[in-house]
């Protein structure tokens, strides 16, 4: 019940963060511009998008009460479930069935809710779609929390090496080149291995072992912008390098982030 709790406070934080973004975005007359530029230009793959982030929202709500019943897939009233859950709680068949069936694949039988289930059931009388709407949130997760973990190790060391350079780079890279040497399907099955089986434990492996395609991409990008000339001015005029890598060198690698995180 506590992973559900979480889970709805981390929904409620990012859609107030993209509440936030979204003002922040209008507030501005170049970026509003810029947004409805890209709504004009791709309508369908932010309809997509937005379709799919919110039925992985409605797989995340959960909360305890109502439902039970006599059926087979009838949940216990106390245990916590999500919109979807509702939705297609009281659902399941006995085995297999074809879309829109009225009877059972196997030995013929009529189905509970024939003519229902709109891609039909699997071989445990589950309805498809239900499995497909319940793997939006996993494949948000996972896609989602790799990248936050993935990008800013690769984005850290990537320009810790490039502009630093000497030594530094030297044993950046070297690990780098270990970690590329290293097939990742089996680094990858260490990690899980080491930090234990779990959507979690899924999720920082993929990070941990996809940081370096990135990193070296960073990395190379790093090495051309500390040459140009404004850098080069900004160092004249004292400023610190630490002021200039925030300001002139890591916002220059953000289109390659966006790129990335997508």
């Known amino acids: 019940m506590a992973s559900y709790v979480v889970s709805n406070l981390v929904v409620l934080v990012l859609v107030a963060l993209a509440v936030w973004a979204v003002q922040r975005m209008l507030a501005s007359d170049l970026s509003r511009a810029q947004l409805f530029e890209l709504l004009r230009r791709r309508p ?19 909360w305890t009460g109502g439902g039970g019943g006599r059926e087979r897939d009838a949940i216990v009233a106390h245990e916590p479930r999500s919109v979807i859950d509702r939705i297609f709680e009281g659902t399941r068949e006995k085995s297999y069935s074809a879309p829109l069936a009225t009877k059972e694949f196997y030995r013929d039988a009529p189905l509970a809710h024939p003519r229902t289930h709109v891609l039909g059931t699997d071989i445990l009388g589950r309805d498809v779609l239900f499995v497909t709407l319940k793997g939006a949130r996993v494949a948000l997760l996972i896609g989602g929390l790799t990248s936050l973990i993935a990008i800013p ?14 030594w530094v780079d030297d044993a950046i890279f070297f690990v780098m080149t270990v970690l590329a040497s290293i097939p990742s399907i089996l680094l990858l099955v260490a990690l899980i291995l ?22 070296r991409l960073a990395r190379g990008e790093t090495l051309k912008l500390r040459e140009l000339d404004y850098v080069a001015a900004a160092r004249t005029l004292g400023v610190s390098e630490a002021k200039i890598v925030f300001r002139h060198i890591v916002p220059n ?9 997508v």
């Open 253 to 261: 690698l953000m289109h390659l982030v966006v790129i990335t995180f």
């Open 153 to 166: 190790l690769a984005l850290f060391f990537g320009v810790l090496a490039g502009y630093v350079g000497r």
């Open 44 to 62: 369908a793959a932010f309809a997509v998008l937005g379709i799919y982030t919110a039925i992985a929202l409605a797989d995340s709500v959960a």
């Open 194 to 215: 080491v930090l234990s089986r779990g959507t979690l434990s899924v999720c920082v492996a993929l990070g941990v072992t996809s940081w370096v395609g990135f990193c």
